[in-house]
């Protein structure tokens, strides 16, 4: 129950961001609700004067004034709705930007550790269950509380016996929700997380729908989907059997408490304790309190699922990205290329280090190349240059600087990274190419793309620079795509570069003519190749060889290719018709 209090007060804390706003609708709600409550008032004084008096002139009066009543209550209740949904929004819009924001800060260890759709489903699903709570889940229950305390109050002061006897039933509503709260909070916890479940295997599918047709994994997929989804729809009824069930038992007592009044107000009027108008009022004024009681299990259920996806949601807006700025981090200039690993260490597991006690060297301008089987650590090594991740023991310095003392913003500006998995945005061709770089010019992205040797094919395009990609980039080649990033790493111009295993999965014509284009893009720069193709770094000032996260040769290929081990193994497979 702690938890849930913190929740909701965590809420309704951004809710009441708008002020005015929440003034003038609560100022609207409770006048709406004090002219609601004269009119079963006013019903009862038209009987007993009818009765009394037998003019029922007086009828029409009465009948103006609760039509006057009724105009008024229709404005302040659009006024009441319509500032709900505004508060709702801004609500929700806080949320989204502030659940985007703080994802793209998180760094690659959190996302390596939280699947895609379910991070999708909080943005989306979540935020809109708490959208929908503060739009009717705050109103509703103010109303809700407004109204039994001002029904009771005007019951209690007609009749005071009456009054009581209609209280009989709100201890055990009040218990009754209790419970089901519990019930429903564990119950939506179950179904907001199975839904994340879903929205990441739907993302994974369409993701990866094209390996699926090739497997004909069709059937298999679709009933791994029906597996989730069965879930999702048995708890969803199950809540709302339980939503359902409240209702009617609700409904039940106070039908029950109406014949009840109804049998001892008889006996009041028998008795002039009571009038008959009175006793009327009193059923119409229980007509009142029941809509909210009725209402009270929706309420119940949005302030299930508020606590269930607020607690998802405010989990990722509390995360603390192990990698980030220091209290007194400085922007670093531009750079010279002086890159030093001290002794460095890193695993993605305190129990488990991918890389152990590496230390090398690379002058500005030099290209060091690292080569090793899978698992070596080659990709691991050259991530914690941008501080993708931070190493657990020993330091990285950029021009005799701790990387840790600098903004994540500024040095990541100094680095380039082009990778094997090129991802390529749903955009132009000239937008992806400057992506990072908005304010750059067309020229400037064409003098990249030219470098990259992507501009003739670019040209051929019937919309040029403007051309829109498919999804993914999925109407470019594997070589276009790899260009493509070149001139986009080539347009931030860093004087660091890094190119991870860039040729491994395409053609020779192709790796050739990539080969021709990081040949330019690697001039007068700091560049780590990742490779196990030799001919792509026979020249490289430094060549290290890592297996099982350590360093095990070192040297130049004049160095490596005259001793024995992996370097030189590699060698003799990949060149079998030259001699060593």
Not at 549 to 572: E, F
Request: aromatic share 8%; glycine share 6%.
């Amino acid at each position: 129950m702690a938890m849930q209090t913190l929740i909701i007060k965590r809420i309704a804390k951004i809710a009441f961001k708008s002020p005015i706003q929440i003034v003038t609708l609560y100022a609207s709600l409770i006048s709406n609700n004090a002219l609601n409550l004269m009119i079963p008032w006013l019903l009862g004084v038209v009987i007993d004067s009818v009765l009394s008096s037998g003019n029922t002139r007086q009828i029409f009066f009465y009948s103006f004034i609760i039509i006057a009543i009724s105009i008024l209550r229709g404005g302040f209740a659009y006024v009441q709705t319509f500032l709900g949904e505004y508060i709702a929004q801004k609500t929700a819009y806080h949320l989204r930007n502030s659940l985007y924001a703080k994802l793209q800060i998180l760094s690659f260890a959190f996302h390596d550790q939280n699947k895609t759709g379910d991070l999708m489903s909080r943005c989306t699903a979540d935020v809109e269950a708490i959208r929908m709570f503060v739009q009717t889940g705050f109103l509703r229950a103010g109303q809700t509380i407004l109204m039994l305390i001002g029904t009771y109050c005007i019951l209690l002061i007609t009749n005071w016996r009456l009054g009581l006897l209609t209280m009989i039933v709100l201890p055990i509503v009040v218990a009754r929700s209790t419970i089901v709260n519990l019930r429903m909070r564990k119950l939506w916890t179950f179904i907001q997380e199975s839904t994340g479940l879903m929205t990441a295997v739907l993302q994974e599918n369409l993701s990866g729908i094209r390996v699926v047709k090739a497997f004909g994994a069709e059937t298999f997929e679709r009933k791994k989907f029906e597996k989730i989804t069965n879930l999702v729809r048995t708890s969803s009824i199950a809540a709302s059997r339980i939503q359902s069930s409240n209702t009617v038992f609700n409904i039940f007592l106070f039908s029950a408490t109406t014949g009840l009044i109804l049998w001892y107000g008889s006996q009041e009027i028998s008795q002039q304790r009571l009038s008959q108008g009175e006793l009327a009022s009193f059923i119409f004024y229980l007509g009142l309190v029941q809509m909210p009681i009725r209402m009270s299990g929706w309420i119940l259920n949005s302030f299930s699922r508020a606590t269930s996806a607020g607690q998802r949601v405010f989990l990722i807006l509390d995360t603390l990205p192990p990698v980030m700025d220091s209290p007194n981090a400085s922007k670093i200039s531009k750079i010279k290329g002086d890159v030093k690993l001290n002794n460095i260490s890193f695993g993605y597991t305190e129990s488990n280090n991918v890389l152990s006690n590496i230390s090398l060297e690379a002058k500005p301008g030099e290209k060091i190349a690292l080569l090793g089987g899978p698992g070596s650590g080659k990709t691991s090594l050259v991530h914690l240059l941008p501080r993708f991740y931070d190493v657990t023991e020993g330091s990285i310095e950029i021009d005799r600087v701790n990387i840790k003392s600098v903004t994540l913003e500024s040095l990541r500006e100094n680095i380039g990274l082009v990778m094997q998995d090129v991802f390529i945005f749903s955009a132009s061709i000239a937008e992806n190419i400057s992506y990072g770089i908005p304010n750059a010019s067309i020229q400037e992205i064409r003098n990249a793309s030219i470098t990259a040797q992507l501009d003739k094919f670019i040209n051929s395009l019937p919309n040029g620079y403007q051309t829109e990609i498919g999804e993914r980039g999925i109407t470019l080649s594997g070589g276009q795509r790899q260009r493509l990033s070149i001139a986009r790493t080539l347009l931030l111009n860093p004087p660091i570069l890094i190119l991870d295993d860039t040729t491994s999965s395409v053609d020779a014509a192709t790796e050739n003519l990539l080969q021709n284009a990081l040949e330019k893009v690697m001039q007068n720069r700091t560049v780590f190749i990742i490779t196990n193709r030799l001919n792509s770094i026979l020249e490289a000032d430094k060549i290290f060889v890592l297996s099982k996260g350590s360093i095990v040769q070192k040297g130049t290929h004049k160095d490596l290719i005259s001793q024995q081990g992996i370097y030189r193994d590699m060698y003799q497979i990949q060149f079998l018709d030259r001699e060593i």
